[in-house]
């Protein structure tokens, strides 16, 4: 089992940047693949960046690639997810789901744990 708390959401201005970061608890986090997801209200759990357990390897959802970074620190045992440039399209709740692979996966059904979320809020 790994416990997963998200933190860093908040309410920001269109073009301005947060840094989500997932703190992990339990198993060895290393052996984690960790992806991050969001939901907006009455939409589907989207998937928006994964990380591989060595975090060398990394894949961004198109409407995000160039403005978002994903990266761990597996000494600290946290994945952070860096938001630049954000937009109204944005604004949702943010979760970070792991799975026990060397991998990663897109698909949300793929991951075991999950976090409680954090939202993010992006006006214009």
């Known amino acids: 089992q790994v416990q997963l708390v998200e933190s860093g959401g908040g309410s920001v201005q269109a073009g301005d940047s947060l840094r989500l970061s997932c703190a992990a608890s339990?198993?060895?986090?290393?052996?984690?693949?960790v992806a991050w997801f969001r939901q907006a209200p009455g939409k589907e759990r989207d998937f928006v960046a994964a990380?591989?357990?060595?975090?060398?390897?990394?894949y961004l959802a198109g409407s995000v690639k160039g403005r978002f970074t994903i990266s761990r620190d597996n000494a600290k045992n946290t994945v952070d997810l860096q938001m630049n440039n954000l937009k109204p399209e944005d604004t949702a709740v943010y979760y970070c789901a792991a799975v026990s692979i060397p991998s990663y996966y897109s698909d949300a059904k793929s991951y075991d744990f999950w976090g409680q979320g954090t939202q993010v809020t992006v006006s214009s």
């Open positions: 990380i591989n357990w060595g975090g060398d390897n990394t």
């Open positions: 339990g198993r060895t986090f290393s052996n984690y693949a």
